[in-house]
T-cell receptor
Framework: DAGITQSPRHKVTETGTPVTLRCHQT?????MYWYRQDPGHGLRLIHY???????DKGEVSDGYSVSRSKTEDFLLTLESATSSQTSVYFC????????????FGPGTRLLVL | EDKVVQSPLSLVVHEGDTVTLNCSYE??????LLWYKQEKKAPTFLFML????IEKKSGRLSSILDKKELFSILNITATQTGDSAVYLC???????????????FGQGTILTVHP
Protein backbone atom coordinates (compact mmCIF):
# COMPACT_ATOMS: atom_id res chain seq x y z
CA ASP A 1 0.00 0.00 0.00
CA ALA A 2 2.90 2.36 0.53
CA GLY A 3 3.08 3.35 -3.13
CA ILE A 4 -0.56 4.27 -3.49
CA THR A 5 -2.76 6.37 -1.26
CA GLN A 6 -6.33 7.52 -1.46
CA SER A 7 -7.95 10.55 0.11
CA PRO A 8 -10.19 10.97 1.86
CA ARG A 9 -10.52 7.51 3.35
CA HIS A 10 -14.05 8.16 4.55
CA LYS A 11 -16.59 10.74 3.46
CA VAL A 12 -20.20 11.49 4.19
CA THR A 13 -21.94 13.90 1.88
CA GLU A 14 -25.40 14.96 0.83
CA THR A 15 -27.22 14.24 -2.38
CA GLY A 16 -26.50 16.84 -5.03
CA THR A 17 -23.12 17.96 -3.74
CA PRO A 18 -19.93 17.54 -5.77
CA VAL A 19 -17.32 15.14 -4.45
CA THR A 20 -13.73 14.59 -5.54
CA LEU A 21 -11.68 11.57 -4.55
CA ARG A 22 -7.96 11.57 -5.02
CA CYS A 23 -5.60 8.74 -5.83
CA HIS A 24 -1.90 9.44 -5.44
CA GLN A 25 0.95 7.12 -6.43
CA THR A 26 4.68 7.28 -5.93
CA UNK A 27 5.52 4.40 -8.29
CA UNK A 28 5.50 6.37 -11.53
CA UNK A 29 3.18 3.78 -13.08
CA UNK A 30 1.53 4.65 -16.35
CA UNK A 31 -1.89 3.08 -15.76
CA MET A 32 -4.39 4.11 -13.10
CA TYR A 33 -7.91 2.88 -12.49
CA TRP A 34 -10.96 3.72 -10.42
CA TYR A 35 -13.26 0.92 -9.30
CA ARG A 36 -16.30 0.83 -7.09
CA GLN A 37 -17.21 -2.13 -4.93
CA ASP A 38 -20.77 -2.89 -3.89
CA PRO A 39 -22.29 -5.95 -2.22
CA GLY A 40 -23.32 -8.48 -4.83
CA HIS A 41 -21.34 -6.81 -7.61
CA GLY A 42 -17.68 -7.35 -6.88
CA LEU A 43 -15.51 -4.56 -8.27
CA ARG A 44 -16.60 -2.58 -11.32
CA LEU A 45 -14.39 -0.32 -13.38
CA ILE A 46 -15.48 3.32 -13.50
CA HIS A 47 -12.71 4.98 -15.48
CA TYR A 48 -9.10 4.34 -16.24
CA UNK A 49 -6.09 6.29 -17.43
CA UNK A 50 -3.28 5.17 -19.69
CA UNK A 51 -1.21 8.31 -19.33
CA UNK A 52 -1.32 11.97 -18.42
CA UNK A 53 -4.48 13.49 -19.88
CA UNK A 54 -5.40 10.11 -21.41
CA UNK A 55 -8.49 8.57 -19.88
CA ASP A 56 -11.31 6.32 -20.95
CA LYS A 57 -14.59 5.02 -19.60
CA GLY A 58 -15.15 1.77 -17.80
CA GLU A 59 -18.36 -0.18 -17.41
CA VAL A 60 -20.07 2.13 -14.88
CA SER A 61 -18.90 5.62 -15.83
CA ASP A 62 -22.25 7.46 -15.81
CA GLY A 63 -22.24 10.21 -13.19
CA TYR A 64 -18.46 10.20 -12.83
CA SER A 65 -15.65 12.15 -14.43
CA VAL A 66 -11.89 11.85 -14.03
CA SER A 67 -8.79 13.88 -14.61
CA ARG A 68 -5.12 13.12 -14.71
CA SER A 69 -2.96 16.22 -15.07
CA LYS A 70 0.18 14.55 -13.77
CA THR A 71 1.44 10.99 -13.54
CA GLU A 72 1.04 10.65 -9.82
CA ASP A 73 -2.54 11.85 -9.38
CA PHE A 74 -5.83 10.51 -10.69
CA LEU A 75 -8.96 12.33 -9.53
CA LEU A 76 -12.47 10.94 -9.55
CA THR A 77 -15.30 13.49 -9.43
CA LEU A 78 -18.95 12.94 -8.72
CA GLU A 79 -20.45 16.11 -10.16
CA SER A 80 -23.69 15.77 -8.22
CA ALA A 81 -23.62 12.86 -5.82
CA THR A 82 -26.58 10.50 -5.62
CA SER A 83 -27.41 7.84 -3.04
CA SER A 84 -26.69 5.15 -5.64
CA GLN A 85 -23.07 6.30 -5.57
CA THR A 86 -22.69 5.22 -1.96
CA SER A 87 -19.92 2.68 -2.26
CA VAL A 88 -16.33 1.81 -1.53
CA TYR A 89 -14.03 3.26 -4.16
CA PHE A 90 -10.69 1.65 -4.96
CA CYS A 91 -7.91 3.12 -7.00
CA UNK A 92 -5.43 0.78 -8.67
CA UNK A 93 -2.18 1.32 -10.49
CA UNK A 94 -0.12 -0.82 -12.82
CA UNK A 95 3.03 -0.62 -14.88
CA UNK A 96 1.44 -2.39 -17.81
CA UNK A 97 -2.01 -3.31 -19.07
CA UNK A 98 -1.64 -6.77 -17.59
CA UNK A 99 -4.23 -7.03 -14.83
CA UNK A 100 -2.01 -9.19 -12.64
CA UNK A 101 0.27 -6.19 -12.27
CA UNK A 102 -2.49 -4.02 -10.85
CA UNK A 103 -2.35 -3.29 -7.20
CA PHE A 104 -4.96 -1.52 -5.21
CA GLY A 105 -5.08 1.38 -2.85
CA PRO A 106 -6.70 1.20 0.60
CA GLY A 107 -10.11 2.36 -0.58
CA THR A 108 -12.44 5.27 0.19
CA ARG A 109 -15.80 4.71 1.84
CA LEU A 110 -18.33 7.20 0.52
CA LEU A 111 -21.80 7.61 1.99
CA VAL A 112 -24.25 9.83 0.14
CA LEU A 113 -27.24 10.76 2.27
CA GLU B 1 -24.02 -9.93 -21.30
CA ASP B 2 -20.56 -10.90 -20.11
CA LYS B 3 -20.54 -12.20 -16.58
CA VAL B 4 -18.55 -13.85 -13.85
CA VAL B 5 -20.36 -15.80 -11.14
CA GLN B 6 -18.86 -17.09 -7.94
CA SER B 7 -20.22 -19.72 -5.61
CA PRO B 8 -20.91 -20.10 -2.84
CA LEU B 9 -21.46 -16.47 -1.84
CA SER B 10 -20.46 -17.28 1.72
CA LEU B 11 -18.92 -20.20 3.52
CA VAL B 12 -18.26 -20.92 7.19
CA VAL B 13 -15.77 -23.63 8.14
CA HIS B 14 -13.55 -24.65 11.02
CA GLU B 15 -9.80 -24.57 11.11
CA GLY B 16 -8.31 -27.54 9.35
CA ASP B 17 -11.13 -27.93 6.86
CA THR B 18 -10.54 -27.89 3.11
CA VAL B 19 -12.63 -25.52 1.01
CA THR B 20 -13.31 -25.20 -2.70
CA LEU B 21 -14.45 -21.93 -4.18
CA ASN B 22 -15.95 -21.78 -7.65
CA CYS B 23 -15.87 -19.20 -10.40
CA SER B 24 -17.72 -19.62 -13.67
CA TYR B 25 -17.58 -17.15 -16.50
CA GLU B 26 -19.19 -16.26 -19.74
CA UNK B 27 -17.17 -13.68 -21.68
CA UNK B 28 -16.09 -13.12 -25.22
CA UNK B 29 -12.41 -13.29 -26.15
CA UNK B 30 -11.23 -14.72 -22.84
CA UNK B 31 -7.65 -13.84 -21.94
CA UNK B 32 -7.07 -14.91 -18.34
CA LEU B 33 -8.70 -15.54 -14.98
CA LEU B 34 -7.41 -14.03 -11.76
CA TRP B 35 -8.01 -14.75 -8.08
CA TYR B 36 -7.69 -12.13 -5.34
CA LYS B 37 -7.93 -12.18 -1.55
CA GLN B 38 -9.54 -9.20 0.18
CA GLU B 39 -9.23 -8.77 3.94
CA LYS B 40 -11.29 -5.70 4.83
CA LYS B 41 -9.15 -3.51 2.63
CA ALA B 42 -7.61 -3.67 -0.81
CA PRO B 43 -7.69 -6.88 -2.84
CA THR B 44 -4.35 -8.61 -3.16
CA PHE B 45 -3.45 -10.74 -6.14
CA LEU B 46 -3.21 -14.52 -5.68
CA PHE B 47 -3.10 -16.29 -9.04
CA MET B 48 -3.50 -15.78 -12.74
CA LEU B 49 -4.58 -18.67 -14.94
CA UNK B 50 -4.50 -18.73 -18.70
CA UNK B 51 -4.29 -22.39 -19.66
CA UNK B 52 -6.62 -25.26 -18.88
CA UNK B 53 -5.50 -28.02 -16.58
CA ILE B 54 -2.37 -26.36 -15.24
CA GLU B 55 -2.54 -25.99 -11.49
CA LYS B 56 -1.16 -22.89 -9.84
CA LYS B 57 -0.09 -23.43 -6.25
CA SER B 58 1.07 -21.26 -3.40
CA GLY B 59 1.37 -22.93 -0.03
CA ARG B 60 -2.04 -24.22 0.97
CA LEU B 61 -3.79 -22.45 -1.91
CA SER B 62 -4.15 -23.88 -5.37
CA SER B 63 -6.21 -23.08 -8.41
CA ILE B 64 -7.03 -24.61 -11.75
CA LEU B 65 -8.85 -23.48 -14.87
CA ASP B 66 -11.14 -25.38 -17.22
CA LYS B 67 -11.53 -23.37 -20.41
CA LYS B 68 -13.83 -25.91 -21.99
CA GLU B 69 -16.37 -25.80 -19.16
CA LEU B 70 -15.60 -22.13 -18.41
CA PHE B 71 -14.83 -22.28 -14.74
CA SER B 72 -12.06 -22.17 -12.20
CA ILE B 73 -11.75 -23.45 -8.66
CA LEU B 74 -9.69 -22.17 -5.77
CA ASN B 75 -8.80 -24.75 -3.14
CA ILE B 76 -7.59 -23.97 0.33
CA THR B 77 -6.39 -26.90 2.41
CA ALA B 78 -5.93 -27.00 6.19
CA THR B 79 -7.69 -23.65 6.56
CA GLN B 80 -6.59 -21.20 9.23
CA THR B 81 -8.39 -18.24 10.78
CA GLY B 82 -6.11 -15.99 8.75
CA ASP B 83 -7.72 -17.33 5.59
CA SER B 84 -10.94 -15.53 6.53
CA ALA B 85 -11.51 -13.03 3.75
CA VAL B 86 -13.46 -12.29 0.62
CA TYR B 87 -12.09 -14.19 -2.37
CA LEU B 88 -12.64 -12.47 -5.69
CA CYS B 89 -12.44 -13.97 -9.12
CA UNK B 90 -11.93 -11.76 -12.16
CA UNK B 91 -11.78 -12.51 -15.85
CA UNK B 92 -9.79 -10.55 -18.37
CA UNK B 93 -11.28 -10.36 -21.84
CA UNK B 94 -10.84 -8.24 -24.94
CA UNK B 95 -13.66 -6.08 -26.20
CA UNK B 96 -13.53 -5.71 -29.95
CA UNK B 97 -11.44 -2.84 -31.27
CA UNK B 98 -9.61 -2.03 -28.06
CA UNK B 99 -6.21 -3.10 -26.89
CA UNK B 100 -7.15 -2.71 -23.26
CA UNK B 101 -8.13 -6.00 -21.69
CA UNK B 102 -11.25 -5.49 -19.62
CA UNK B 103 -11.46 -7.05 -16.20
CA UNK B 104 -14.85 -8.27 -14.95
CA PHE B 105 -15.12 -9.33 -11.31
CA GLY B 106 -17.40 -11.85 -9.69
CA GLN B 107 -19.40 -10.98 -6.58
CA GLY B 108 -16.89 -12.62 -4.28
CA THR B 109 -17.09 -15.48 -1.78
CA ILE B 110 -16.98 -14.56 1.90
CA LEU B 111 -14.98 -17.22 3.72
CA THR B 112 -15.10 -17.36 7.52
CA VAL B 113 -12.82 -19.78 9.31
CA HIS B 114 -13.62 -20.43 12.97
CA PRO B 115 -10.98 -21.65 15.42
Amino acid sequence: DAGITQSPRHKVTETGTPVTLRCHQTENHRYMYWYRQDPGHGLRLIHYSYGVKDTDKGEVSDGYSVSRSKTEDFLLTLESATSSQTSVYFCAISESQLPETQYFGPGTRLLVL
Amino acid sequence: EDKVVQSPLSLVVHEGDTVTLNCSYEVTNFRSLLWYKQEKKAPTFLFMLTSSGIEKKSGRLSSILDKKELFSILNITATQTGDSAVYLCAVRWNAGGTSYGKLTFGQGTILTVHP
